[in-house]
């Protein structure tokens, strides 16, 4: 398939500023995009902080000539230790302090925009277009003062959809309402998790500013939304945003990484090694455990996590991030790795997750639910173990349970714990019951043929540019 845009007549090259959340989950798939867009013969400015910056993967060689990493300066907030530039660097009681930050960075994005408008030669343009992720309501600002277009990036619709107040109003509107915190549970929304979603709407200290707040105000000065989605992914939630939305919703697809890995960067001697250790294992036999990296449990629930996957008696590989202020001889119960030597695997540091999932001996997948989690996972075919955390996934999991390629962990409704016998039950009915496992891998690789089906993903960048130029040839 050309990727490139070519027609009959040259393609109009637009010059795009993505600028994500300071999340890797939000920056690595908007690098992905940087890329498709660069492939394509577009000029792209990826901003973001120095640190984060240097943390990203490599840009692939093809792309980065067109693809400009953009590094603004994280302003100083007192009580935010240095070097925290991302949600990763920072523990929750001073999160607030990282969006006080953050709403700092407006300030030299505006330079930066000022700069890059008065640039207009062989060799540079204005920006055509910002893409603004969901909470990045000073970018959106920035942007309509330049008379710059801004699409904004916005979360799941299964969130959206699942989270609206009420059937009757629009789900993508009636998330970011003020009153939409205290509206009646909706049904099948666990108490922890309503209570979470409640948590957008209550301003933060140092910022003054609620989470809901912010996305209003991007959504009302953006020009269109965009989301890393597409109908055959969430039919029903995504229609439904689409709908309630006062402004068109463009699919990106679900920018799924290239199954070769060939952006990963490389972990040395330990990926070396994990990977020696899985070459070791029978086929479909190891569950990968890996919960993400941006809010790790509490060492209680680590220890009912692994306590679980000890009872449930398959083989395992754990990427586990531990809780802050905890030795490594405490994270895991005592006698835990011993008793399970030879058949589980716990590393603390990087490992290469594309490898991994992509390795014949992988089985299941115990997940948080993110999305990337998710597509990297699925565009293996492999069958969920969920155990969704915080913000879309709940939601997420309950739309793969809904295609039972996924079996979720047990909960307690108010607070959202689990115990060791949940985690077993949930992988034995994944891993070890065979007739039960048959038909949620059957119902994994069908949803492969969507996330692995690259000329679908394609198709939606293309005509996602087809409409940011359309509106700049107005």
């Not at 449990?297 to 991030?321: D, I, K, N, S, Y």
């Not at 030879?342 to 540091?349: D, H, K, N, P, S």
């Amino acid at each position: 398939m050309d990727t490139t845009g070519s027609s009959s007549s040259p393609p109009r090259q637009l010059h795009l500023v993505i600028c994500p959340w300071l999340a890797f989950g939000h920056m690595l798939p908007y690098l992905e995009l940087a890329e498709r867009l660069a492939s394509r013969g577009h000029r792209v400015s990826f901003v973001s902080t120095p640190r984060n910056i240097s943390r990203l993967p490599p840009v692939s060689p093809t792309a980065a000539p067109r693809v400009a990493l953009v590094a603004l300066r994280l302003p100083h907030v007192d009580g935010l230790p240095d070097g925290t530039e991302c949600t990763n660097d920072v523990s929750p009681e001073n999160f607030e302090l990282l969006w006080k930050a953050f709403d700092g960075l407006g300030a030299p994005f505006a330079e930066f925009l000022a700069a890059a408008c008065a640039v207009d030669n062989n060799e540079s343009r204005p920006p055509d277009w910002i893409i603004a992720d969901t909470f990045n309501h000073w970018t959106a600002l920035v942007a309509r003062q330049h008379e710059v277009p801004c699409a904004m990036l916005l979360p799941s619709a299964s969130m959206l959809a699942g989270w609206a107040s009420r059937f009757t109003e629009p789900a993508g509107a009636s998330i970011f309402k003020e009153n939409c915190a205290v509206e009646e549970r909706r049904a099948g929304v666990p108490s922890y998790e309503w209570t979470q979603k409640a948590m957008f709407y209550v301003d933060h200290g140092a910022s003054g500013m609620s989470i809901a707040k912010r996305c209003s105000l991007t959504m009302e000065r953006c020009t269109l939304a965009a989301m890393r989605s597409c109908p055959e992914w969430e039919p029903e939630a995504f229609g439904q945003v689409a709908m309630g939305l006062n402004k068109p919703l463009i699919p990106l697809g679900l920018l799924p990484p290239s199954p070769n890995g060939a952006r990963r960067r490389h972990g040395g001697d330990q990926e070396d090694s994990t990977l020696q250790w899985m070459d070791a294992q029978p086929p479909d036999s190891v569950v990968y455990v890996a919960l993400g990296s941006e809010v790790p449990l509490p060492m209680g629930q680590v220890h009912e996590l692994a306590l679980g996957l000890e009872l449930a008696g398959t083989r395992f590989l754990w990427a586990l991030r531990k809780p802050r202020g905890v030795s490594d001889a405490d994270i895991l119960p005592p006698g835990f790795q011993e008793r399970t030597r030879g058949r589980g695997l716990v590393t603390m540091g990087w490992v290469p997750q594309i490898s991994i999932l992509a390795h014949a001996a992988v089985g299941a997948f115990l997940t948080h639910c993110g999305r990337n989690s998710l597509v990297e996972g699925l565009l293996f075919g492999n069958p969920l173990i969920m155990l969704p955390i915080f913000a879309d996934q709940g939601p997420n999991a309950r739309l793969m349970e809904g295609k039972k390629v996924g079996f979720q962990v047990a909960r307690d409704d108010k607070d959202g714990s689990f115990d060791r016998h949940g985690v077993a039950t949930a992988v034995k009915a994944i891993v070890v019951d065979e007739e039960t496992r048959r038909g949620y891998v059957t119902n994994a690789l069908k949803l492969q043929h969507i996330v692995a089906d690259m000329e679908l993903h394609e198709r939606y960048i293309d005509e996602f540019i087809q409409q940011l130029t359309s509106y700049v040839a107005r």
